[in-house]
């Protein structure tokens, strides 16, 4: 497995070429703050002097807002002059885009200062510096992704999402059918094509299930012992899943609650760590694993209210967290228990590890790997105890949390912005300028009037 630390070789390019000469265009994708991959799409010939020497684009695209909008408030815009930056590739990310075209590839960058200096505000270097903490200690974050989204028709702006009519059976889900193999069926087509799609780009994902919502799907990556490498594949595998429904004629969303009423999109994340010898030192014969492993939790409860902002960035985000949902609402921790924000997984003890549940599917991969991580650090080197485990319904026992989460937007950039904590692991000067783009986010979304408030106000205030 190549991992992707560091700044491709240009050699790279030249044996993708090589192997590849009917390949015309090529996309460079950064992940920004708020997570959508931006870039450029250049031309063959070009990708020789990316690889040499990298890509110029403007420093405003580490702090633009989700709908691509400066943040000028960062100073990052006008007072820099929008000065450039230089995007890098990262290695092992040069890969076809076939949903795109026969003609067409991608691989994936991170940002530089001019002087060759990481930039402190790309997520992807933020993840890396939270995973280098754990290479003092001799350990190894094991990661995995779990990706649950929406197939719907294609929407026109200012309309209400819907759901599709299949291509094979003319059907149009109605009810739940959570595991439904009928609904698979349905879409048939759709995933033949997003696994071949997935299979060009060595994307290691697996088993497709019919989530608890008509017109929901959950696929998870194959667990690594290399996060970064992780993160750039959940980024590749949103794209691709979007490249593809397009394709059948549909759009996919990985909105965190598309539909009211109907279960949210989340973003599990599976961790262990490895020692230098490979071992799993959260292995064990008792379900409820080592003590490390309850370190790691406890550490990540201590973490999570600060973290809310990068598990739940949208005002969207927070209604996904609704009791009785399978979505979480607390940072309870649990055995074989999806009430609970922090379940330790069924499984024989050498697989024994903690699925993180709170962050939703519009989370940036980068920053969520990265707030989960330092939370599992920060519970091991400090030896933290999670307190009592739940067992049954962790909806009904939120009191067993050592700790409480900000379930709305405003509470949970507050405590994000006022977290010097989260600031030492992240990096202080990423905390005030990613709480800056937050803020400029709510001042524009709620400058805007929903329907809703017609709905409500309109006749009766």
Not at 37 to 61: M, N
Not at 156 to 167: E, F, H, K, N, T
Not at 343 to 368: C, F, K, M, Q
Request: proline fraction near 7%; glycine fraction near 10%; hydrophobic fraction near 40%.
């Amino acid at each position: 497995m190549t991992h992707t630390t560091g700044i491709a070789d240009p050699s790279e390019a030249a044996a993708f070429l090589a192997a590849n000469p009917d390949i015309q265009f090529v996309d460079i994708l950064y992940s920004s703050m708020s997570g959508p991959p931006r870039g450029k799409r250049l031309r063959a010939h070009e990708l020789a002097g990316v690889y040499g020497h990298g890509r110029y684009l403007p420093g405003s695209i580490r702090v633009v807002d989700m709908t691509g909008a400066d943040s000028e408030a960062t100073g990052l815009v006008w007072e820099d002059g929008d000065a450039d930056r230089l995007a890098r590739p990262a290695p092992g990310t040069l890969v076809r885009a076939p949903w795109l075209g026969p003609d067409c590839a991608q691989f994936i960058a991170s940002l530089y200062e001019l002087d060759g200096t990481p930039s402190d505000l790309d997520p992807r270097q933020v993840l890396q510096g939270v995973i280098a903490r754990f290479a003092e200690l001799g350990l190894t974050p094991d990661v995995a992704c779990e990706l649950e989204f929406y197939l719907c028709a294609p929407r026109a702006p200012g309309d209400a999402p819907s759901l599709p009519q299949s291509a094979v059976t003319g059907h149009r889900a109605v009810g739940n059918e959570v595991y439904g193999l009928r609904e698979l069926d349905d879409h048939m087509p759709f995933l033949r094509s997003l696994y071949a799609a997935a299979e060009a780009q060595g994307l290691p994902i697996e088993a497709a299930i019919s989530e608890y919502a008509p017109g929901q799907l959950e696929i998870g990556l194959e667990h690594r012992a290399d996060a970064l490498r992780v993160a750039d594949e959940c980024v590749m595998f949103k794209r691709v899943v979007k490249g593809c429904a397009v394709a059948h004629g549909m759009e996919a969303t990985f909105m965190a609650k598309p539909f009211a009423g109907l279960a949210g999109n989340g973003q599990h994340l599976h961790v262990s760590l490895l020692d230098r010898d490979g071992r799993n030192i959260f292995a064990s014969e008792d379900p409820a694993g080592t003590p490390q492993l309850r370190q790691a939790i406890a550490g990540m409860q201590a973490l999570m209210p600060a973290s809310m902002a990068i598990f739940a960035p949208n005002a969207n985000s927070y209604r996904r967290f609704v009791g009785n949902s399978y979505a979480p609402v607390a940072a309870t921790w649990g055995v074989n228990n999806r009430t609970v924000g922090l379940r330790i997984t069924a499984g024989v003890p050498a697989s024994r590890h903690v699925e993180h549940r709170i962050s939703g599917a519009d989370a940036n991969p980068y920053l969520a790997l990265a707030a989960m991580l330092a939370g599992v650090y920060h519970g091991l080197v400090n030896q933290l105890d999670p307190g009592p485990m739940v067992t049954g319904d962790g909806y009904s026992q939120p009191e067993l949390a050592p700790v409480s989460l900000p379930l709305n937007w405003f509470a949970a950039v507050d405590s994000f912005e006022a977290s010097e904590l989260l600031g030492s692991y992240l990096g202080a000067r990423f905390v005030r300028l990613y709480g800056i783009v937050k803020r400029t986010e709510q001042d524009r979304y709620f400058s805007t009037i929903p329907l809703a408030d017609y709905d409500w106000c309109f006749r009766n205030a």
